[in-house]
């Protein structure tokens, strides 16, 4: 039989303090006003036919493809059917505030950001001794070995070893600057003469530069960009009080 521990309020915020997760938690729970008050103000309102819409994709998202297995998940997460309709309630009024706000600036933000969201795909080995690495550069040029070759040797990372040296599609943002640079100004298929950075002597082979779209994905990331933002610059002015015993955490200036 399993020992039963009962756990109150005053425990769960002391072990919130405790593990320095407090300020993570108000801050979230600040977000939340913020987004209530704002759309409040614009009058956005959710419709039955929306909050439905959110649970179904919620579901989906989830696997929780009968009821059983939805009870299941809000019994797992000590929440109620209504705290599940207040859930599909803010997440629905968060996208319609998100789209509010910043629908109509993603695409000149996206113009006038495009290089940034530009993906190469590259092939990678780094290598400790510099010199090996100008071998290696020779070797490749020459066509003595291939890059798969060179990776199966000489990679010390398991996955890339695997992979013949292949890191997928990356963007400027996920990769170093002096990196970044060399990579965005070559010629496809291009080898780049090795690269010294804090973690070694890198080879890299840039097998293609892929122009971004703004297809539906990279829309709404950019937007949820764009609102995380802006949420956090809300949150910036605002004070935090709270009213249960012991705990008093303030921000800025401006209550909410």
Same mark, same amino acid.
């Given at each position: /039989?399993?020992?039963?521990?009962? $756990?109150?309020?005053?425990?769960?915020?002391?072990?919130?303090?405790?593990?320095?997760?407090?300020?993570?938690?108000?801050?979230?729970?600040?977000?939340?006003?913020?987004?209530?008050?704002?759309?409040?103000?614009?009058?956005?309102?959710?419709?039955?036919?929306?909050?439905?819409?959110?649970?179904?994709?919620?579901?989906?998202?989830?696997?929780?493809?009968?009821?059983?297995?939805?009870?299941?998940?809000?019994?797992?997460?000590?929440?109620?059917?209504?705290?599940?309709?207040?859930? =599909?309630?803010?997440?629905?009024?968060?996208?319609?505030?998100?789209?509010?706000?910043?629908?109509?600036?993603?695409?000149?933000?996206?113009?006038?950001?495009?290089?940034?969201?530009?993906?190469?795909? $590259?092939?990678?080995?780094?290598?400790?001794? *510099?010199?090996?690495?100008?071998?290696?550069?020779?070797?490749?040029?020459?066509?003595? /070995?291939?890059?798969?070759?060179?990776?199966?040797?000489?990679?010390?990372?398991?996955?890339?070893?695997?992979?013949?040296?292949?890191?997928?599609?990356?963007?400027?943002?996920?990769?170093? !600057?002096?990196?970044?640079?060399?990579?965005?100004?070559?010629? !496809?298929?291009?080898?780049?003469? !090795?690269?010294?950075?804090? =973690?070694?002597?890198?080879?890299?082979?840039?097998? *293609?530069?892929?122009?971004?779209?703004?297809?539906?994905?990279?829309?709404?990331?950019? =937007?949820?960009?764009?609102?995380?933002?802006?949420?956090?610059?809300?949150?910036?002015?605002?004070?935090?009080?709270?009213?249960?015993?012991?705990?008093?955490?303030?921000?800025?200036?401006?209550?909410?």
């Amino acid at each position: /039989m399993k020992q039963i521990f009962r $756990i109150n309020q005053t425990a769960i915020v002391n072990h919130l303090k405790l593990s320095s997760q407090l300020n993570r938690i108000l801050e979230g729970i600040a977000t939340c006003q913020i987004i209530e008050s704002k759309a409040a103000e614009l009058g956005i309102k959710t419709s039955d036919e929306e909050l439905q819409q959110a649970a179904d994709d919620f579901r989906l998202t989830h696997n929780l493809h009968n009821i059983e297995a939805t009870w299941q998940w809000l019994r797992n997460n000590h929440l109620s059917m209504d705290d599940f309709e207040a859930l =599909m309630h803010t997440n629905t009024i968060t996208k319609k505030l998100a789209y509010h706000l910043f629908g109509d600036r993603v695409k000149s933000f996206f113009f006038q950001h495009q290089l940034d969201y530009a993906g190469a795909a $590259i092939y990678e080995v780094i290598l400790d001794d *510099e010199d090996m690495a100008i071998e290696l550069f020779c070797a490749l040029q020459e066509g003595e /070995m291939s890059f798969h070759d060179v990776a199966r040797t000489y990679e010390s990372n398991p996955a890339r070893r695997r992979s013949g040296g292949y890191c997928g599609v990356l963007q400027r943002q996920s990769l170093k !600057p002096e990196i970044s640079a060399a990579v965005f100004a070559a010629s !496809p298929p291009q080898l780049l003469k !090795p690269i010294v950075t804090s =973690m070694g002597v890198h080879l890299i082979l840039v097998e *293609e530069i892929i122009q971004p779209q703004l297809d539906e994905g990279l829309h709404n990331q950019i =937007m949820s960009a764009l609102f995380s933002e802006w949420l956090q610059q809300q949150l910036q002015e605002v004070q935090i009080v709270t009213d249960f015993k012991g705990v008093q955490q303030q921000t800025l200036s401006k209550s909410i």
